[in-house]
């Protein structure tokens, strides 16, 4: 009987069960089944997004786990970190007894903290020469050994190291902050630019790509920084590119020069240069530089010799910052470090990458016209370069930097392929500071 009944009435069910859709729901649903194809694979352009430009340094993971897996991986990073047992607003008390109660310095310098892509002394390459010296102007300002907490990419996760005073020790997995921590504006952040802009410094970072980079744009201003000059605000002539579509370092320190004589208020700035930034081979039409070696083929040499005609610019044009102040009466720091060694060849088959310290290993060099910038110690990770300009420069600033650099005494380097275990009471004071800026209350900034 069933079936007779669903014989005679099938064209009133199938109407009655046919699904029914509104025209305007096909461009939704087509639009979300095209996403969730690309991102199940690794189509990622067809989506708009541009891995070139947007998130270089983790574009072999994307190639290898598809972009879906990716994001899922470093979403999940994100929410495995927890907070720490010792976390409360008794955390400002215990912070104030590590504070140094200097005196303002009437001073005011100029500051300006350079991060120099993948910068490292190419002439400690074992089994390679060069027909010129390479840092002729920086090596005389080298002060310390700095152990980056990346190789070969992620540059944002140096620099928010070095700007903030944090540490990736405590950050799950591979998760770049300023990606996954400072998403959206309004989350304020403690950082050396706030410390300055709280001293009535104009504070500025500059950097010769995209604002969105790595969520610059977002990160920059959370962090206190009144201007970020992006290339989008950058006025450049086809002079100012590398072959390989990369703006030279001359024209990036034309961009600080730039602002430094366009105010009179002190400032503070953060450059991040662009031109050693990999890959090698094509970036020039032609070098200057040559590597030379009776082991390595040409094209090894190749590359090498194009990653040291960029460290050999970027020297020249650090010296010409310097030359700048060296005529002038006004009192100056700066502060330059490389924020990763660069991904070449060479250093896969040399052993260099078989052992931490020299394969995270990068300079810091530091000059000024008026005091003593040198370190005491011979090595430092990058989280203590925060406190160590603020101390430099004479100006207020809040009391956790100033626990941070009493770290250096029993702890000068803390990074996760050094640091076993961090259970102490010192790092776990430490990690507390990092969740109340990261994810607590702020209790440390009100």
Same mark, same amino acid.
């Given at each position: ?178 990606? %996954? &921590? #400072? $998403? ?6 403690? @950082? ?5 802009? +709280?001293?009535?410094? =104009? ?15 977002? %990160? &920059? #201003? $959370? ?6 000059? @992006? ?5 450049? +002539?086809?002079?100012? =590119? ?37 890959? =090698? ?166």
């Amino acid at each position: 009987m069933t079936t007779i009944l669903a014989i005679k009435f099938r064209v009133q069910l199938q109407t009655y069960f046919k699904p029914h859709f509104s025209r305007l729901a096909f461009p939704a649903i087509a639009g979300t089944i095209i996403l969730f194809w690309s991102i199940l694979g690794n189509n990622y352009q067809s989506i708009g997004i541009d891995i070139n430009e947007t998130y270089l340094d983790s574009r072999a993971e994307i190639n290898m786990l598809g972009l879906g897996v990716y994001t899922l991986l470093e979403f999940s990073d994100k929410n495995n970190a927890s907070e720490p047992e010792n976390y409360s607003h008794s955390i400002v008390n215990t912070i104030q007894q590590y504070k140094v109660h200097n005196t303002e310095n009437t001073l005011r310098p100029t500051v300006i903290l350079i991060l120099a892509e993948s910068l490292f002394d190419a002439d400690s390459i074992p089994n390679i020469t060069f027909n010129k010296e390479l840092l002729s102007n920086l090596s005389p300002y080298k002060v310390a050994n700095l152990l980056s907490p990346i190789y070969g990419g992620r540059t944002a996760s140096a620099e928010f190291e070095v700007l903030t005073g944090l540490s990736s020790l405590f950050i799950p997995g591979d998760v770049v902050p300023y990606t %996954a &921590y #400072f $998403n959206k504006y309004g989350d304020i952040a403690g @950082s050396l630019a706030r410390e300055f802009r +709280n001293n009535g410094y =104009y504070t500025y970072a500059v950097h010769a790509n995209i604002e969105t980079y790595y969520n610059r744009n977002i %990160a &920059y #201003f $959370n962090m206190g920084f009144n201007d970020f000059i @992006s290339i989008e605000d950058m006025e450049l +002539n086809k002079n100012d =590119y590398l072959a390989d579509g990369l703006v030279s370092d001359a024209a990036f320190v034309d961009q600080i020069l730039n602002i430094l004589k366009a105010n009179e208020v002190p400032v503070f700035i953060f450059g991040a240069s662009l031109e050693s930034h990999s890959p =090698y081979l094509y970036k020039y039409e032609s070098t200057d530089i040559l590597a030379h070696s009776d082991i390595y083929s040409e094209n090894i040499l190749n590359e090498v010799s194009s990653y040291a005609q960029s460290v050999y610019n970027f020297d020249q044009q650090m010296g010409r910052l310097i030359a700048h102040f060296e005529q002038l009466d006004k009192p100056v720091l700066i502060y330059i470090f490389g924020d990763h060694k660069p991904p070449l060849k060479v250093n896969e088959l040399n052993g260099c990458l078989d052992n931490d310290w020299q394969k995270y290993q990068v300079p810091l060099y530091a000059y000024s016209n008026y005091c003593d910038v040198s370190v005491e110690q011979e090595w430092l990770s990058m989280n203590q370069i925060a406190p160590e300009i603020l101390r430099k420069s004479g100006v207020l600033y809040n009391a956790y930097f100033d626990y941070i650099y009493s770290l250096r005494n029993n702890y000068p380097v803390i990074h996760k392929n050094v640091i076993d275990n961090w259970e102490c009471e010192e790092l776990q004071l430490y990690n507390a500071i990092q969740w109340d800026l990261l994810f607590g209350w702020d209790y440390l900034l009100r």
